[in-house]
Structure formats: structure tokens, C-alpha cells
């Protein structure tokens, strides 16, 4: 499975940005999915996890309430909507794909897709 994340940029703290993983080389609809987030000189933290079918939802503490993952599995796509955007969101952000019994919160992932840049200004 190829992972590619889209979507970042430069955006004002309260501002929105939807990022977008598309996938490749199989489907993922059997596959966990994950986002997660590095920000410079820190450690890849986990963000948000979506089940196969999109029924279970996961997400950090610091992001309940203001982020949404949800997935498109026909379009072999996962999104990750960030409203009120705050500076401390500022990372990259990647985006993974993980087997039946994957730790939605763990770096246990089977595939990790390149990360996109998210900027929030203040």
C-alpha cells in the first residue's frame, strides 16, 4: 500500500484545513487508518484512528472536538478535517494504515504515507 497525504499549508490559528490520504496498490478497506503528527525536535504523536468500516472513531486528547477523521473507501481515501487550528498543531502530518489488531495509538502501523506540512500562524 502506497500512502499519500495532501492537503497542508499555511492557515491562521482558527482557521480549518482538510487533509486528504489517498492510497495505491490495494484497497484499504480492510485496514485501520491513522493519522498522526511530528512537530520539530518532538516525537511522532498519534492524532486521530478510524476503523475499517468507519464506525469507530479515535482521537487525542488535544484534538477531540476540533478534529474529524472519517474515510471514503470506495475513493480509497482518508480525511482528517482541523477546525480552530491552533499554533501547537503545527507539524507534519502523516497518515498509515494498519491490519485487523493494530493498536489504533501506536507506531504499530504497517504502512506510513510521506506526511504533509500543516502551518498555523497566530
Known amino acids: 500500500v502506497q500512502l499519500q497525504a495532501s492537503g497542508g499549508g499555511l492557515v491562521q490559528a482558527g482557521g480549518s484545513l482538510r487533509l486528504s490520504c489517498a492510497a495505491s496498490?490495494?484497497?484499504?478497506?480492510?485496514?485501520?487508518m491513522g493519522w498522526f503528527r511530528q512537530a520539530p525536535g518532538k516525537e511522532r504523536d498519534f492524532v486521530a484512528a478510524?476503523?475499517?468500516?468507519?464506525?469507530?472513531?479515535y482521537y487525542a486528547d488535544s484534538v477531540k472536538g476540533r478534529f474529524t477523521i472519517s474515510r471514503d473507501n470506495a475513493k480509497n481515501t482518508v480525511y482528517l478535517k482541523m477546525n480552530s487550528l491552533k499554533p501547537e498543531d503545527t507539524a507534519v502530518y502523516y497518515c498509515?494504515?494498519?491490519?485487523?489488531?493494530?493498536?489504533?495509538?501506536?507506531?504499530?502501523?504497517?504502512?506510513w504515507g510521506q506526511g504533509t506540512q500543516v502551518t498555523v500562524s497566530s
Open positions: 498509515a494504515a494498519g491490519r485487523s489488531g493494530t493498536d489504533y495509538s501506536s507506531y504499530d502501523y504497517d504502512y
Open positions: 478510524i476503523s475499517w468500516s468507519g464506525s469507530s472513531t
Open positions: 496498490g490495494r484497497t484499504i478497506g480492510s485496514y485501520l
